[in-house]
């Protein structure tokens, strides 16, 4: 019983763990329509397009609320990815006379 007690640790161990790490591109999709930061920023590009500003400031909420949600538990994502959203996001709620295009 001993034996397969130590066998069977660390092979359910090793299984979790190998599960985890593949299952990373089903883990990474949103998982409700609320955390779909994608299709909320599509939605936003078409708004903006015809000028529907009031429309785009709740594009823009809902951006922000769907990003707060899914930074709590983000993994492998690099800091200056999440750095750049953040900083993207602010400009996006900033009055209209400091939206300035930037050179990169």
């Known amino acids: 019983m001993k034996k397969f007690i130590s066998y069977s640790i660390p092979i359910v161990t ?6 985890l790490m593949l299952g990373g591109n089903y883990l990474k999709k949103p998982l409700n329509s609320s955390e779909n930061i994608i299709a909320f920023v599509e939605i936003s590009i078409e708004h903006a397009k015809v000028e529907k500003w009031d429309i785009l400031k709740q594009d823009i909420a809902s951006i922000d609320s769907a990003w707060k949600k899914l930074y709590t538990h983000s993994f492998s994502v690099e800091r200056d990815e999440i750095y750049n959203i953040k900083f993207n996001l602010a400009r996006l709620r900033a009055p209209y006379p400091l939206r300035i295009n930037l050179p990169h």
Do not use: G
């Open 14 to 19: 090793l299984t979790i763990f190998v599960l």
